[in-house]
């Protein structure tokens, strides 16, 4: 045991020991970007449904797994989102490292944004193809890489992953961009985890002009703004064929539970009912970014709902986040290795179980809080 022990014990003197915190004070750190999580037409879909479908799929989708509510979901997700097809995952994590672990193929490149998520660098680790990375939202330096890469003799197709939405700084994937360079050489993956429900018309996402091309593969998951649990990968339906054939953490895992479908399909619904949850959830961002212009001016925002206060010192992020949740707010304080060196932050944010005067008190606390530097 010491090796773990002197491990554990290397990460609290450094002020990187994790430990699990249940939650506490106002909503400032959840992903329940729109409120969905505990919306009555959510809870009420899941209770309807009780009795009729199974609460667990009890095995893998190509044994007995494979159920009629599954099903309609990934058909009524695929149109909404405008796919040819979608398939279910049981998180956003697996849906990623399956996606990179099984299409791209050997003698293929994986290119992805630095800042990828974790589960991408995972995927990119297991996986087939070869890997580079680009600078953070650099196009030229990812077309660059591609050149390189092009001249030592590659020959195959590209796979160039990024978010929509960084899930750490808020910001945006020059997508459009990114696009005419999948259409010279490959793919465009896109994780639409952190902009799905959010962005896009009735929260179709930030990928939603390009999704049904052949290739454009997006991730959207359940767990966030849809208030559930789950992912679907969404694209052309010989990719979604080639994915139930050959995906091994879809072959061999138990399928999601078939009541996460339901209340997937209830998400969908209240994102086209209740297009007032998008437009109150950036009422909030212009609100605390108007807030935090006037009282923090040198602490600069995103502009999305996902909102990093760069502190620098692990320690001081940390000494800060608890100094806010004893003010009665639940802000997290991240630290590296899941942001670079350097970079600890308080990752706020917004949501809609937060009102607009907890939004505006939060600024306040911060004001009085923030270290002086």
């Not at 999580?37 to 609460?55: E, S």
């Not at 796979?159 to 696009?179: F, N, Q, T």
């Not at 009282?295 to 990093?308: A, W, Y």
Request: glycine share 12%; with cysteine; net charge neutral.
């Amino acid at each position: 045991m010491a090796f773990y022990r002197r491990d554990l014990e290397a990460l609290e003197a450094g002020s990187r020991l994790r430990s699990l915190t249940g939650r506490r004070g106002v909503d400032f750190s959840s992903n329940d970007y729109i409120g969905l999580a505990t919306a009555p037409r959510m809870v009420a879909a899941v209770r309807r449904a009780l009795g009729d479908v199974p609460i667990g799929a009890a095995g893998s989708r190509l044994l007995r797994g494979e159920t009629e509510a599954q099903a309609r979901f990934e058909a009524e997700a695929a149109r909404f989102f405008g796919a040819e097809a979608g398939l279910g995952f049981g998180g956003g994590y697996v849906a990623n490292f399956a996606v990179l672990t099984t299409l791209p193929q050997r003698g293929d490149l994986l290119l992805m944004d630095a800042l990828s998520h974790a589960s991408t660098h995972e995927g990119a680790r297991a996986g087939r193809a070869e890997v580079a990375r680009f600078r953070h939202g650099d196009v030229d330096h990812a077309r660059d890489v591609i050149a390189a890469w092009r001249a030592q003799g590659g020959r195959g197709a590209v796979w160039i992953a990024v978010e929509s939405l960084y899930s750490m700084d808020g910001d945006r994937a020059p997508l459009d961009d990114l696009m005419v360079l999948a259409d010279e050489h490959g793919f465009l993956m896109v994780d639409e985890a952190h902009a799905t429900g959010v962005f896009g018309p009735q929260g179709r996402g930030l990928a939603h002009h390009l999704e049904g091309r052949h290739n454009v593969v997006t991730l959207h998951t359940l767990g966030k703004a849809l208030g559930g649990s789950g992912a679907l990968i969404c694209g052309a339906r010989v990719l979604v064929n080639f994915l139930v054939n050959r995906c091994r953490p879809f072959i061999f895992a138990t399928a999601p539970s078939p009541l996460m479908a339901v209340a997937g399909l209830e998400s969908l619904a209240i994102l086209r009912d209740e297009p007032w949850r998008q437009a109150s959830l950036a009422g909030h961002v212009a609100a605390f970014g108007a807030e935090m212009a006037r009282r923090l001016p040198q602490v600069p925002v995103s502009g999305s709902q996902i909102v990093p206060l760069i502190v620098g010192p692990d320690a001081g992020a940390m000494a800060l986040a608890s100094a806010v949740q004893a003010r009665g707010f639940d802000v997290r304080g991240i630290r590296p290795p899941t942001v670079p060196e350097g970079t600890a932050r308080l990752r706020v944010s917004l949501t809609l179980n937060a009102t607009r005067g907890d939004v505006i008190r939060l600024a306040e606390t911060l004001e009085e809080l923030w270290p002086d530097t």
